[in-house]
């Protein structure tokens, strides 16, 4: 039971590149959700999908783009990757919005 | 928006009991209360959930007063591995994770 997988699980970019962050879940979860974690700090959200075709923006969503591209799979763009967007990106999903959520291992995004 | 407020850290030392406690004084009825457990370079896992009084499960008991601004995670007789970042969450329509509490269990 793999759970929830990101790829890839490390990037290096420079600035002004664009890169995609995959997400997929084989729980058959309804939610999903993607935050960045900076060093020493708590997570925050970016964007989440309350269900499959919907979408909505968390606390920090400029500067990306997100796809539910189907119930498993959420999907988080970068267009033009800047320095500040260096961090840890989790995906996590939920069978509801108020319960408990499974994580990924994260992905460690450095743009240089 | 429910916003929690917790430590931002604690020591314990081995075989103790450990409380960690969270204040959200303007959760909503239909909230419930959700706590993490979060070791370096993973993600959070899922420790426990309630709603009221209390609720216990294999890893933790989470107590929640019957105004219900405030909880409490009690991890009882702590392991060095017990040492990780714990964070409290009332639900919201916008899942918001704040800085947790950082426990460093001492030997």
């Known amino acids: 039971n793999a759970g929830v997988t990101q790829t890839p699980k490390f990037q290096v970019l420079k600035t002004g590149q664009s890169m995609t962050l995959q997400c997929a879940q084989d729980?058959?979860?309804?939610?999903m959700y993607w935050y960045r974690q900076d060093p020493g700090m708590g997570l925050r959200l970016i964007y989440y999908?309350?269900?499959?075709?919907?979408?909505d923006k968390g606390e920090v969503p400029n500067g990306y783009n997100v796809s539910r591209l189907n119930k498993r799979e959420f999907s988080l763009r970068l267009e033009s990757a800047a320095p500040s967007q260096t961090s840890v990106y989790f995906c996590?999903?939920?069978?509801?919005?108020?319960?408990?959520?499974?994580f990924g291992s994260g992905t460690r995004l450095t743009v240089v | 928006l429910a916003k929690t407020t917790q430590p931002i850290s604690m020591d314990s030392y081995e075989g103790q009991e450990v409380n960690i406690t969270c204040s959200h004084n303007?959760?909503?009825?239909?909230?419930?209360i959700t706590w993490y457990q979060q070791f370096p370079s993973q993600g959070p896992r899922f420790i426990i959930q309630?709603?009221?009084t209390k609720v216990t499960n294999e890893v933790a008991s989470l107590f929640i007063p019957a105004d219900r601004k405030s909880s409490t995670l009690s991890l009882p007789r702590v392991s060095l591995s017990d040492t990780a970042v714990y964070y409290c969450?009332?639900?919201?329509?916008?899942?918001?994770f704040g800085k947790g509490t950082r426990l460093h269990i001492l030997p």
């Open positions: 729980m058959n979860h309804n939610s």
């Open positions: 309630g709603y009221k």
């Open positions: 999908s309350a269900s499959e075709g919907t979408t």
């Open positions: 303007n959760i909503a009825t239909n909230d419930y």
């Open positions: 969450l009332a639900f919201d329509d916008k899942i918001i």
């Open positions: 996590a999903s939920s069978e509801y919005q108020d319960y408990g959520y499974t």
